[in-house]
């Protein structure tokens, strides 16, 4: 019904253009432009008869009955959520992360389709250094993104709970990013050894021009 009910009406709104489904991704969803505006719009099936209501997407009452596309679905929401939670200025952050996000559009970084950083890469990564500097300027921050990272130990998962991951090269965690929900997971990559390399080169050059 999401992909045939909800796509008809979508398709006869003016403002909406480029519609796409795509149905058998591990996390379905519909990619369009709304007045020009990018949105990739994902389902979940919770176990409520009445949705009308505030619904908290990290209790237990919720998650131990979705199936795994929804499990999938809901951890963007549930990830943004901690998030919000864990920075210590919520301002900075969001000045942080569009600054990163232009940085990684601008060096062909920000495509996970292609092996490359998703938005939630980024967002923890910016949340991380958030949470390593509080009360560092977003000018500051932004440097600091790049002396941490570009000199980061890949074998060892960032996490912004400070918890130890059982993570390694073997099981495909090339840049291991824990997302902060519980239970933990990493989050999914498409990165390879060649998109790996491309994006540690390109943190490198990052810190080279920020230092001076």
């Given at each position: 019904h999401f992909f045939a009910v909800l796509r008809q009406i979508l398709k006869c709104r003016p403002e909406v253009s480029g519609l796409q489904t795509v149905e058998n991704a591990k996390v379905p969803l519909m990619r369009f432009r709304f007045s020009g505006i990018s949105v990739d719009l994902t389902y979940a099936q919770l176990p409520v008869l009445d949705a009308v209501q505030a619904i908290n997407t990290s209790s237990p009452q919720y998650l131990r009955r979705l199936d795994s596309r929804s499990w999938k679905s809901l951890s963007g929401v549930r990830v943004n959520e901690q998030i919000v939670q864990l920075v210590p200025d919520q301002e900075k952050f969001q000045v942080l992360l569009r600054c990163i996000k232009l940085w990684a559009r601008r060096r062909g970084l920000h495509c996970h389709l292609l092996?490359?950083?998703?938005?939630?890469?980024?967002?923890?990564?910016?949340?991380?250094?958030?949470?390593?500097?509080?009360?560092?300027?977003?000018?500051?921050?932004?440097?600091?993104?790049?002396?941490?990272?570009?000199?980061?130990?890949?074998?060892?998962?960032?996490?912004?709970?400070?918890?130890?991951?059982?993570?390694?090269?073997s099981d495909g965690c090339l840049m291991p990013i824990v997302m902060p929900c519980s239970p933990p997971e990493l989050c999914a990559s498409n990165m390879t050894e060649g998109t790996f390399r491309k994006i540690r080169e390109e943190l490198m050059r990052g810190f080279v021009l920020t230092k001076v």
């Open positions: 092996g490359f950083f998703a938005g939630i890469h980024l967002a923890i990564l910016a949340a991380y250094v958030c949470q390593r500097f509080p009360n560092a300027t977003a000018n500051g921050l932004f440097t600091m993104f790049f002396e941490i990272f570009a000199h980061w130990p890949w074998h060892i998962p960032v996490d912004l709970h400070g918890q130890q991951t059982n993570c390694t090269r």
